[in-house]
């Protein structure tokens, strides 16, 4: 069986490069899925495609609601959710993915530094597991995936 993995969040590093680049190296059956992480993609697109806006908040409104199309279509056909909560950026959008993951009862991974775990108290709550690494997700799916736990990390951390 080959496993959807969706992966929300902060779009400022490259911790989604990293579990990809684990996840092949493990030979794990995985193919991974993500929101436009273009900025300037997700955040013009509504106006781009249906016209201009004068008011921001309809210009922001309908970039929004183009984008939900794929990330609601992505997480509902997702057998894992991994959303990352980075430390430059407030990640509101992530914030409601992992509540949508978690709504649809799909398994859910948070990531975030350990800073973050009162703020996020609420997300954690619905998560299945939470961590503060790419390499950590890498060994979660392994263990999941596989059932093994004997495997070094496939991913070293970044230099």
Excluded at 22 to 49: E, M, Q, R, W, Y
Aim: a negative charge; glycine letters at 6%.
């Amino acid at each position: 069986m080959e496993w959807m993995v969706y992966l929300s969040g902060e779009i400022h590093t490259d911790w989604r490069e990293r579990i990809e680049a684990g996840a092949a190296k493990a030979g794990l059956p995985v193919s991974f899925t993500a929101p436009v992480t273009n900025h300037s993609f997700s955040d013009d697109c509504g106006v781009t495609i249906l016209g201009a806006e004068e008011k921001p908040f309809w210009a922001d409104h309908k970039g929004a609601k183009m984008n939900a199309i794929r990330t609601r279509t992505l997480i509902e056909q997702a057998d894992i959710v991994v959303v990352r909560f980075g430390e430059k950026y407030r990640q509101w959008n992530a914030a409601f993915d992992a509540g949508y993951a978690a709504a649809l009862n799909t398994p859910l991974i948070v990531v975030h530094p350990p800073e973050f775990g009162h703020a996020l108290k609420e997300v954690d709550g619905a998560a299945l597991a939470v961590c503060e690494t790419p390499e950590q997700v890498i060994d979660i799916l392994r263990y999941v995936m596989t059932g093994a736990l004997d495997h070094p990390a496939a991913v070293e951390a970044a230099e």
